[in-house]
Nanobody, 127 residues
Framework: QVHLVDAGGGLVQVGASLRLSCAFSGGYFNGYAMAWFRQAPGKAREFVAAIRRTSGDTVYADSAKGRFTISKNADENTENLQKCSLKPENTGVYYC????????????????????WGQGTQVIVSS
């Protein structure tokens, strides 16, 4: 049973940086494609960034391009999201998602494609 623990959220000012982390356990880390989603108050969960199983190839939502970086660290079994130049619209609960796959050439940008989720970590960007 895969277990994901999200951490790193907090209250920050506009323009600040923040690093979210997702601790992965209970499975073979390199066998999972992973992603981050954000859910703003009263809204549906939306895609932020995704990373392939082992190749390190990534894809981002337009709102995240150039400011966010998703990465996987196989030595520590963690997935990270480095966020820079934060804006108020980046406020929300961020969830780490994972999906087992035997394919190294795919990533998934829809929340329903994932089978495992963290508990979420809240980010508030204050102006």
């Amino acid at each position: 049973q895969v277990h994901l623990v999200d951490a790193g959220g907090g209250l920050v000012q506009v323009g600040a940086s923040l690093r979210l982390s997702c601790a992965f356990s209970g499975g073979y880390f390199n066998g999972y494609a992973m992603a981050w989603f954000r859910q703003a108050p009263g809204k549906a969960r939306e895609f932020v960034a995704a990373i392939r199983r082992t190749s390190g190839d990534t894809v981002y939502a337009d709102s995240a391009k150039g400011r966010f970086t998703i990465s996987k660290n196989a030595d520590e079994n963690t997935e990270n999201l480095q966020k820079c130049s934060l804006k108020p619209e980046n406020t929300g609960v961020y969830y780490c998602d994972a999906r087992a796959t035997q394919r190294n050439n795919v990533y998934y940008t829809r929340t329903e494609s994932y089978t495992d989720w963290g508990q979420g970590t809240q980010v508030i960007v204050s102006s």
